[in-house]
Nanobody, 130 residues
Framework: QVQLVESGGGSVQAGDSLRLTCAAS????????LGWFRQAPGKEREFVAA????????YYVDSVKGRFTISRENAKNTVYLQMNGLKPEDTAVYSC???????????????????????WGQGTQVTVSS
């Protein structure tokens, strides 16, 4: 059983940066693909970024390419999402997910898959004001 806990959300101005952290406990972390997803009010959950178990490969939704960076530290069982140049449309609850097949699912579906994945965090709110 893997537990995921996100942190780092907050309220910022457009153009600001935030770094989200997702700390995992339990399981074999390096075997899991990890991803960040977000859900804005009244909208469906959408894929944001994914990273392979080794950390050597990443995948992003087009709307965040060049602004967001996903990374992981397997020694710390942690995945990060560095968000720069934030825009009001980035406002959402951001959640991390872990699953052996998550990264492959992201690649195969072009970021269209939002699950089902084995493990989810509770989410952290990101609010960007114009």
């Amino acid at each position: 059983q893997v537990q995921l806990v996100e942190s780092g959300g907050g309220s910022v101005q457009a153009g600001d940066s935030l770094r989200l952290t997702c700390a995992a406990s339990g399981g074999t972390f390096s075997l899991l693909g990890l991803g960040w997803f977000r859900q804005a009010p009244g909208k469906e959950r959408e894929f944001v970024a994914a990273i392979s178990g080794s950390g050597n490969s990443t995948y992003y939704v087009d709307s965040v390419k060049g602004r967001f960076t996903i990374s992981r530290e397997n020694a710390k069982n942690t995945v990060y999402l560095q968000m720069n140049g934030l825009k009001p449309e980035d406002t959402a609850v951001y959640s991390c997910a872990a699953d052996r097949h998550l990264f492959r699912a992201a690649i195969v579906t072009g970021g269209g898959s939002t699950g089902p994945f084995d493990y989810w965090g509770q989410g952290t709110q990101v609010t960007v004001s114009s």
